[in-house]
C-alpha cells in the first residue's frame, strides 16, 4: 500500500489547487461514491464498501459528505460528540473498527436539521477531509445527490483516486451514467463501477428473478467505458440492516466486484 497521499491526474482538471489530509493523519486512497439523484442507495453502497474493504483487511473511513441528510452514523449504531484534540477531529469508530466523520457526530441532537448556505457546508466538507486525524488505506465519500456545487467542490479539491456511480433503474439511468461519466472525465477521476441498485426482485418463495422495471442495458457502463457493473435487488435484508444500524452483520455478495475494482486500480498506482 502506497503511503503517500494519492494525487489525482489534475492535467484536465480546472486549475483549483487540491487540499490535502493533516500531516499527522492518513488517507491512502479516497474514493467518491456519487449518483444523480437521492434515495437510490448511495449511503447504502458506500456503508457496504466499507464493511467489504474492512473484510478484506484494510483500514477503512466513511466521509459522509451529505450534510443536510446524514445517514452514515444511522446505518452503523453510532453515535457523536466526536472528540477534537491538537487541532484535528477525532473521527467515531464503528463496532468493526470503521472510522466515521459525518455532519450528525457533531450535533447535540441528531434530529436537529442543518440549515445553512452552501459555501458554509463546503466549507465543513473539507475540514472533514482536511481536520479529521484519518488513519485509512480506504476513504469512502458519501456524496450528496447530484452533480451540484458542493459535489463539484469535492470533485475538485479532494485529491480522488476513483467513483462509483450508483444508479436506479427508475433514474433515467442513461442521462444521469452519461453526465456522470463526463465529469468524472473532466476532472480526470476514473469511475470503476456502475452499480445498479433495486435493480429487480427476487421471488421469496423460488428465487426467481423478477424484472419489475423490464430488462436493463447491461452495457450502459461499458459504452461510458466504466469496467464493472453490478445488480443489486430489493433486498428487505438491506433494509433492515440500514434501519437497525446492523449493516456491519449483514452478508451478502453484493459490491465484491466493486471493491475489488477499488483494490485493483490502487494497487496500479
Ligand atoms: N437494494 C436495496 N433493497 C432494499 N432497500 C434498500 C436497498 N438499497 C437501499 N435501500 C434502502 O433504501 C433507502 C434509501 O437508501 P440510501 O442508501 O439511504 O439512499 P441514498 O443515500 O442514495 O439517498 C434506505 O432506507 C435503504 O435502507
Ligand atoms: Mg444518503
Same mark, same amino acid.
Given at each position: 500500500m502506497a503511503n503517500e497521499n494519492h494525487q489525482a491526474d +489534475? !492535467? $484536465? =482538471? @480546472?486549475n483549483i489547487p487540491k487540499t490535502n489530509p493533516d500531516p499527522r493523519a492518513h488517507v491512502g486512497h479516497a474514493v467518491a461514491v456519487i !449518483? %444523480? $439523484? &437521492? &434515495?437510490? &442507495?448511495k449511503s447504502f453502497t458506500s456503508a457496504y464498501l466499507a464493511v467489504k474493504l474492512q473484510r478484506m483487511g484494510y483500514k477503512v473511513g466513511i466521509l /459522509? =459528505? /451529505?450534510? +443536510? &441528510? @446524514? !445517514?452514515i452514523p444511522f446505518a452503523f449504531h453510532i453515535s457523536g460528540p466526536a472528540y477534537s484534540g491538537d487541532g484535528l477531529i477525532d473521527p467515531v469508530k464503528t463496532k468493526t473498527g470503521i472510522q466515521v466523520m459525518s455532519s450528525n457526530l457533531l450535533?447535540?441532537? @441528531?434530529?436537529d436539521p442543518i440549515v445553512w448556505r452552501g459555501t458554509l457546508i463546503s466549507t465543513l466538507i473539507e475540514q472533514f477531509y482536511t481536520e479529521v486525524r484519518w488513519d485509512v488505506d480506504y476513504l469512502l465519500i458519501d456524496m450528496a445527490p447530484g452533480t451540484a456545487d458542493i459535489s463539484l467542490t469535492v470533485f475538485q479539491k479532494f485529491a480522488l483516486s476513483s467513483a462509483v456511480l450508483v444508479t436506479s433503474p427508475q433514474s433515467l439511468v442513461s442521462m444521469v451514467v452519461e453526465k456522470s461519466a463526463k465529469m468524472a472525465d473532466m476532472l480526470s477521476v476514473p469511475l470503476l463501477s456502475l452499480v445498479e441498485n433495486m435493480a429487480y426482485v427476487k421471488c @421469496? $418463495?423460488? %428465487?426467481e428473478r423478477i424484472d419489475i422495471y423490464g430488462k436493463?442495458? +447491461?452495457?450502459l457502463g461499458k459504452r461510458h467505458g466504466i469496467p464493472v457493473f453490478e445488480e443489486i435487488p430489493f433486498d428487505p435484508e438491506i433494509a433492515s440492516h440500514m434501519d437497525s444500524g446492523t449493516v456491519e452483520d449483514l452478508k451478502a455478495d453484493y459490491l465484491d466486484a466493486t471493491a475489488k475494482a477499488i483494490v485493483n486500480a490502487a494497487k496500479e498506482d
Open positions: +489534475t !492535467s $484536465k =482538471a @480546472p !449518483s %444523480g $439523484k &437521492g &434515495g437510490v &442507495g /459522509d =459528505a /451529505d450534510i +443536510t &441528510g @446524514p !445517514s450535533l447535540d441532537n @441528531p434530529e @421469496p $418463495k423460488c %428465487g436493463q442495458d +447491461t452495457n
